[in-house]
């Protein structure tokens, strides 16, 4: 951690990314989330928490799972 007599408040700053990474950053960001969303919904299945998961898959469409007797399947459109 810099001291804040050494920190230049006109210094540099982060630099943008260009689109190309942007798309990276956002599309593992989607990725990210749909895996924490799928356990998410299997934890909740394991505990017997049907109702509770088809309503969180219902919330989060864009995770692209559903529940179907229990079991967390993914979602054919």
């Known amino acids: 951690m810099k001291r804040i007599s050494d920190i230049n408040p006109l210094g540099e700053e982060r630099p ?18 749909r895996d924490e969303g799928y356990q998410k919904l299997v934890e909740l299945c394991n505990l017997g928490e049907y109702d509770m998961a088809q309503q969180l ?3 989060h469409f864009n995770w692209g799972y559903e529940i179907v007797d229990g079991i967390v399947m993914e979602r054919i459109d």
């Not at 990314?17 to 989607?30: F, N, Y």
Request: aromatic share 0%; hydrophobic share 20%.
């Open 16 to 33: 943008n990314p260009s689109e190309q990474e942007r798309e990276k950053l956002r599309v593992e960001r989607l990725q990210r989330e």
């Open 57 to 59: 898959a219902n919330r």
